[in-house]
């Protein structure tokens, strides 16, 4: 499967962070080659420097590593809209019910899905579309090994889902959000090529472990002192949707509380595409 073409970019801004991680290879290799016995102190702070680059990827939220959007610009703040998100579709059996409840609600979402699931669903992602919202990239396959691909591997794996959902939809995705959020340095380059913006999350409900809808929805709408608010993204799932205890998806006990939730809070949704810029490349 090709990858899409790569446009002409800018080179990539390096985001403060690495250039720091930079310099201090730098100055650890120099101290290790000019001063007597300064090799395990070298060695060491970029060993730490490694460690805290690690943790800034299982971190899904952090902005250490490049550009992270985590919340919808000012201008749909002022709108009081918010968007919610759908990960790890489309799912034949819960994807359908999930677009039913939104139609019913009057509401928008934004579906990141995996492509090799959407090929074998393809009269489903088009329906998606066909109602009103977009479609992103969640990754060719979802692999749980993404964080620790290299650059290639990493270009093969979003250009191939890139391409794929293209065709599928006729859009081509602006967003893309790593599998389980987790990432590595490398992976900004990629998407800045791709011009597209990773997407995380503002609040996420938890709805792949937890089969309790109660929790999961006091997950996303918060006490009052830290209630939804305009601005917000939030993360459910209708790919590997956990079950209630009567056998029936979380996310469809959540959905419909949720929307009505915001409906009384003044807020509405919208989707990533009618609420965020492209990236430029």
Do not use: Y
Not at 121 to 139: F, K, P
Not at 203 to 210: A, E, I, K, M, V
């Amino acid at each position: 499967m090709p990858a899409p073409a790569e446009r002409p970019t800018r080179p990539w801004p390096w985001p403060p962070a690495l250039q720091a991680s930079l310099g201090l290879h730098a100055a650890a290799g120099m101290a290790a080659l000019s001063v007597p016995g300064a090799w395990p102190w070298a060695l060491g702070s970029v060993v730490l420097n490694h460690l805290g680059l690690a943790a800034a990827g299982l971190w899904p939220r952090s902005t250490l590593l490049g550009p992270n959007v985590r919340a919808l610009p000012p201008a749909a703040v002022e709108r009081r809209e918010f968007t919610l998100t759908l990960d790890d579709g489309p799912d034949p059996q819960v994807t359908p019910e999930v677009l039913d409840v939104l139609d019913e609600a009057g509401a928008k979402a934004s579906f990141f899905v995996i492509a090799q699931r959407a090929a074998q669903h393809a009269g489903l992602v088009r329906e998606i579309v066909r109602r009103g919202h977009d479609v992103q990239n969640h990754s060719l396959r979802h692999r749980h090994d993404f964080s620790m691909r290299g650059p290639r591997a990493l270009a093969q794996e979003i250009g191939g889902a890139q391409a794929l959902l293209a065709d599928l939809t006729g859009q081509a995705p602006h967003c893309f959000r790593a599998p389980a959020g987790l990432r590595n340095p490398l992976l900004d380059p990629v998407l800045h090529r791709l011009g597209l913006h990773l997407v995380s999350w503002t609040r996420r409900g938890f709805d792949t472990r937890d089969g309790d809808p109660d929790r999961v929805l006091d997950r996303l709408i918060g006490p009052q002192a830290l209630a939804l608010a305009a601005g917000d993204i939030l993360l459910l799932h209708d790919g590997h949707a956990r079950r209630t205890a009567s056998g029936r998806p979380v996310l469809l006990e959540v959905l419909p509380a949720l929307l009505s939730a915001a409906r009384d809070a003044g807020l509405r949704t919208t989707t990533l595409r009618a609420a965020l810029p492209p990236r430029t490349p």
